[in-house]
């Protein structure tokens, strides 16, 4: 489980605005390199969404199924908000739902598609399987 810890108005590429979800794990401990001593730490990531400020603001503490993985990347220059401190990383972390949607990603699909796929739905037609 993952919880819902705040939210953040982001612009698209477009220009528009959208609110992502900031979603935090749950507590790990993790062996410090430099001390050897254990620390407690959870891995947090966002998402994007399609919901206004107040839904956002609703749902501040709510959990979702699944979980945060770190997953490798391109590296990448991040700043330590508290020291100022520049870093170079070649990980991000990701949200895994722990059951994907089964909903159709409308951003890959043409209305003429979604159409054909609603009108097989209704005639309980072969093309479509649950």
Request: aromatic share 8%.
């Amino acid at each position: 489980m993952v919880r819902i810890m705040n939210y953040k108005e982001r612009e698209s590429d477009d220009g528009s605005t959208f609110f992502a979800l900031i979603i935090q794990g749950g507590v790990e401990l993790v062996k410090s390199n430099a001390t050897g001593n254990f620390y407690a730490t959870a891995k947090k990531t966002s998402i994007t969404s399609t919901f206004d400020e107040e839904t956002c603001k609703a749902l501040l503490g709510s959990e979702i199924p699944g979980k945060i993985v770190k997953k490798p990347c391109e590296p990448y220059t991040f700043t330590v908000k508290e020291t100022g401190e520049i870093i170079e990383l070649s990980h991000r972390y990701e949200y895994i739902p722990e059951v994907p949607s089964e909903r159709i990603d409308m951003s890959e699909t043409t209305v003429d598609d979604f159409l054909s796929i609603e009108k097989a739905q209704e005639k309980n037609h072969p093309l479509i399987t649950s």
